[in-house]
């Protein structure tokens, strides 16, 4: 029965009916979906483009682990079992970390900013040296200790790498002074020279300034004290299971976060927003699948000697409906193939080309084209949801195919 019902519905789908308007609006509901479905791939794979930049962009300054205190800012790595941190199977790099906020002074120009200060493993397993705009990662030459700022901050100062004869003051609040001991005493200054500007996303450049760990324990007068360990791990590595032995080796006063829960709020925005769009074209791709409505409709309208002659040769009105189930089901996949291998060509143009720009030549941009990465689970889950809407859409005609046969009998 199955065979007979896709039979007919095929052959009704690719003869010539008797009617051109109904030619017509058949051929408007496969180009409906196959435009809706070609919407829906490209929107997603840009979107996955997208997030695969942050992502690496991301990977270029956050660690694979980052340890920190359960509860305080700092902790202390006279006890902490740094050695049998690095005998964990994939670990590979294990850095130093200190944080501070503190107030950056060239010349006239003054900023707020984060500090990092970092021991030498921190290059090796970040990556951020390839993240250079301008100068070099250096975060000494010599003895001479070196900063590195985000490509944010030295626009803001109007820092210049090549002006060797006015340093960058820093000044953060000290820590060993008592309110007794004047404002002058109040915070800790030292000053450094730039070695080079880091671009990697706007949260990170305007915001964090580079430094030798041994600069900034001097400046904030600390000795073993540390706000972080972060963790490089060996090229594919379960980063879950390096987490789990970590969390258990270190118990329940540190918490090891991986680079997803570093940036938690970011990576749940992206996912937001990207299905919050999937399912406005998904909504769009409805009103015009509904187009179908109108076509099984005036198809059961032209196909009303059919129906008859098969009722007389004993069909059910099981069959009946199967038929122009059948039918809608056609035209929903037809379209939906049409646009996935449309959706797939432009997504692939792109690729190779950059056929749509972000901005200018000129402009500042980390890519100068729209990303795009696509992934089989995307096509699978849109062939799935233009099916479903297809079979929605087919329903309503077919359900009521007795009361459209039966107007048709008393017209007739």
Known sequence: MMNVSLYIARRYLVSRKSHNIINVISGISIVGVTMGTMALIIVLSVFNGFEKLVISLFNSFDPDLRITALHGKTFSTLDF????????????????VIEENALLKFKEKQCYVTLKGVSEEFTRMT??????AEGEFALQKGDLDMAVLGYGVAGFLNANLNDYKNPIAIYVPNRMSSFSGGFENAFSTEVIFPSGAFAIQKEFDVKYVILPLRFIKKLLHYDREVTAIELGLDQGTNTQEVQKKVQSLLGSQF???NRFQQQEVIYKIMKTEKWGVFLIVGFI???ATFNMVGSLSMLILDKKK???VLKSMGASDKLIRRIFMMEGMLISLTGAMAGLILGAVICWAQLQFGLIKLGSDESTFVVSTYPVQMQL???LLVLATVLGI???AAWYPVYNIRKIHTAIVHLD
Do not use: H, N
């Open 306 to 308: 059919d129906i008859a």
């Open 390 to 392: 297809g079979m929605l």
């Open 377 to 379: 689970l995307d096509f």
């Open 127 to 132: 990556g951020i040296d390839t993240m250079m």
């Open 285 to 287: 791709l409805f009103i």
């Open 81 to 96: 079992p740094e050695e049998k941190l690095r005998k964990i199977p994939g670990v590979l790099y294990l850095s130093e």
């Open 255 to 257: 918490v090891v976060k």
